[in-house]
């Protein structure tokens, strides 16, 4: 029935659109749209993104592929098209999915391949516009777009539009504002049943904390949380923090200026304002010294160090960790008072300084 179905003529483009609509429609009837703080460049840049990755990147990739894969292993072409489907498509969509939670997280942890990724994470509000807002070189380098097109040369069709479906499903359903899963946690009877699912597939309480701005917020793991389709990965790799409730701020720490034109088209186009990571010639700078500097804290609340040693705000995290592998460490004060704080990055019990620094 299933298989029938999907030998339908771009059903997959269907539903994918289908998909977009419904989440917008009811977004827009719930009052989401209506009181956003949105402006007129994140709208043109999201859908302009995606518009060309449906008309232009996928197009183009799955043609070079076919070039290719016709040109040197014609052999090979339809070599998949007898294969049990069920399988075929298990074996097609946890390869597709653990790609992008690599992809997902080497963005994270790379400077050039974070400033691609990071127009997603400057929106400051969820919503299913958000879930195609990155840079167009972040898609043209996406290993997932090149997989789908050597699925399809093998003869995977009906496999790749069964796993387009349900990935837009999720994925646009875990950037709603809508968020589907909140009765499931407000409500005692009905919590067994989301505690199953979230071991499963990306709900919105999980992949809100990845937006959240700052760890400081419970809800918020931005340094982790990177999957797409499903937790697995996320909780195989050791990045995984379940939440039960949403971020009360979404976006980056640092906020900057920067025209759509920068966010998308980067590094081809730059952004006018000087704190941008998009900006020519912008540069992490090394803010460590040989000294402690002692700040004074308060009881009962919580902090943020700087681990990766770039912060502008020593010894506290200001955001600059985005692009390395470095997160900040959260910690709390037993006493108020004045408390010495490591700033040479290497004590043996950070945050908090243990001389180590004098025998550097
Ligand atoms: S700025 Fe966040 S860890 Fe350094």
Known sequence: MIEELLTIKNIDVYFVVGIILLFGILESISGFLKNSNRKKGDWIQEILSFLVLGNLVKPIIILLMFGLGTYFFPQYRLALASLPFVGLFAAYILIDDVLQYWYHRTAHETPFL????????????????????????????????WWVALILFLGGGKVVALGLIIKQLIIIGSHSQLKWDKPFYQYAALRPIIKILERIIITPAFHHSHHGTS????????????????????????????????????????????????????PFVKSPDLKSEWSAGFKKTDTTTLEAISVSLTKGEAYLWCACGMSKNQPFCDGSHHGTKFKPQKFAVKRTGTTRLCNCKKSNRTPFCDDTHLSL
């Open 114 to 145: 974070w400033k691609l990724h990071r127009p997603h994470h400057q929106a400051e509000e969820m919503g299913f516009f958000v879930s195609y807002r990155n840079a167009l070189l972040y898609y043209l380098l996406m290993p997932n777009i």
């Open 215 to 266: 760890k400081l917020d419970t809800a918020s793991e931005p340094n982790g949380n990177f999957g797409n389709m499903f937790s697995l990965w996320d909780q195989l790799f050791g990045t995984a923090t379940f939440q039960s409730s949403y971020p009360k701020e979404y976006g980056l720490q640092q906020k900057t200026n920067d025209p759509w034109t920068a966010s998308y088209f980067y």
